[in-house]
């Protein structure tokens, strides 16, 4: 049986493109080398945090709900898929609600910010918590902090 090809390629054409690839993956490999980070560049940032003027010099590439959580310790909006799918992040900005996971710090400079742990007090709820509880709307509770910021800003921009 004899087989044919439209494509011939000679052994040393072969051998010769062998050892062409093989260089070239080589120098790819060298190139691909991991280089060490950049110092990371810091800032100062201050906005209004719940009614408190809050100052931070942070990492310019810190999210907006890591300088929440981590920087000032507010909990309440929660870290689910930091991907701004889940909603667990939501806070309000200037009366609107934002994934806090895709936004970073520094970008909200003299903005005033609301999270969950702004809207009362488990002695003095706002509103809206307060018809969570009274509905047994709060689910498992991770996730409810953002449903809760994402209801207010609604009610305010549709004048409630």
């Known amino acids: 049986m004899q087989f044919t090809s439209e494509f011939e390629l000679p052994r040393r054409d072969l051998l010769a493109g062998a050892v062409v690839s093989s260089t070239l993956a080589k120098a790819g490999s060298v190139a691909a080398q991991p ?16 009614g408190e003027v809050r100052s931070l010099k942070l990492d310019t590439r810190t999210t907006l709900l890591d300088a929440l959580r981590e920087h000032l310790q507010l909990t309440g909006s929660k870290k ?15 009366g609107r609600r934002i994934n806090a996971c895709l936004s970073l710090a520094v970008m909200h400079e003299g903005d005033s910010i609301t999270t969950i742990e702004g809207l009362g007090t488990p002695d003095n709820l706002h509103a809206m918590p307060a018809a969570f509880v009274k509905q047994d709307r709060y689910q498992c509770g991770y996730c409810t902090p953002g449903q809760i910021c994402s209801s207010v800003a609604m009610g305010a921009l549709n004048g409630g």
Request: charged share 5%; with cysteine.
């Open 35 to 50: 280089v060490a980070p950049a110092a990371a560049a810091l800032s100062n940032v201050t906005f209004t945090v719940n």
């Open 80 to 94: 689910g898929c930091d991907h701004g799918q889940c909603g667990a992040c939501t806070v309000i900005v200037g």
